[in-house]
């Protein structure tokens, strides 16, 4: 079983600044198949980044991510106000397809 | 569209099993390559895959709850149903299903790109 270890916990941060997440893998993650989640509370988690690489529709180009092997980024440029919340990695290129725990972003 | 909508008991008793179901709409799951998955959270905590049945019955499961989980699909009624045995107080979570589908035709897997609202399972006597 892959685990996904996510970096900072916790990241403070104001609107206009970068944020840089990471997502560490225990072993390498098949052909990129690393995503990205982003989550409010009391909704459900909404699919920002697949690929490792790629945005999902409708997700403004502030989100990026890179990254391959055992080490992935997300990025966000310039934060806004609606960017807070909690951001998690999912690898599907081996079963089970796990997450990570989690790395709020809160307003600073 | 597509939508999903997860339905099922709101509270369970301890060692009794747990039935969820998942109605979806907008795509078929006898579409090569589409999957449908079940994902859970504990209040305030991360989330974590159960589940996942493919287009052709391939069945996934994650290895800690193996013993206790059961995933089964109805193409006709568009349904995807989890079962759970021996739930426990530490089984209460949202428990969220969600649709995933290669992203090109040269994928073999791809990322959870719908997912239901969840719905909340309290376990207690």
């Known amino acids: 079983e892959i685990v996904l270890t996510q970096s900072p916990g916790t990241l403070s941060l104001s609107p206009g600044e970068r944020a840089t997440l990471s997502c560490r893998a225990s072993?390498?993650?098949?052909?990129?198949?690393l995503a990205w989640y982003q989550q409010k509370p009391g909704q459900a988690p909404r699919l920002l980044i697949y690929?490792?690489?790629s945005r999902a529709t409708g997700i403004p180009d502030r989100f990026s991510g890179s990254g391959s092997g055992t080490d992935f980024t997300l990025t966000i440029s310039r934060l806004e106000p609606e960017d807070f919340g909690v951001y998690y990695c999912?690898?599907?290129?081996?079963?089970?397809?796990?997450f990570g725990q989690g790395t709020k972003l809160e307003i600073k | 569209q597509i939508t999903l909508k997860e339905s099922g008991p709101t509270l369970v008793k301890p060692t009794q099993t747990l039935t969820l179901t998942c109605t979806f709409s907008?795509?078929?799951?006898?579409?090569?390559?589409?999957?449908v998955g079940w994902i859970r959270q504990p209040p305030g905590k991360a989330l974590e895959w159960l589940a996942l049945?493919?287009?052709?019955?391939?069945?996934r499961y994650s290895p800690s709850l193996k013993s206790r989980l059961t995933i089964t699909k109805d193409t006709s009624k568009n349904q995807v149903v989890l079962t759970m045995t021996n739930m426990d107080p530490v089984d209460t979570a949202t428990y969220y299903c969600?649709?995933?589908?290669?992203?090109?035709?040269?994928?073999?897997?791809?990322?959870?790109?719908?997912w239901g609202q969840g719905t909340l399972v309290t376990v207690s006597s």
């Open positions: 969600a649709h995933t589908e290669p992203p090109y035709y040269y994928d073999s897997s791809g990322p959870f790109d719908y």
């Open positions: 907008g795509f078929s799951l006898s579409t090569s390559g589409v999957g």
């Open positions: 049945i493919y287009w052709d019955d391939d069945k």
């Open positions: 072993q390498s993650v098949s052909s990129s198949y």
């Open positions: 690929g490792a690489s």
């Open positions: 999912q690898q599907y290129g081996s079963s089970p397809y796990t």
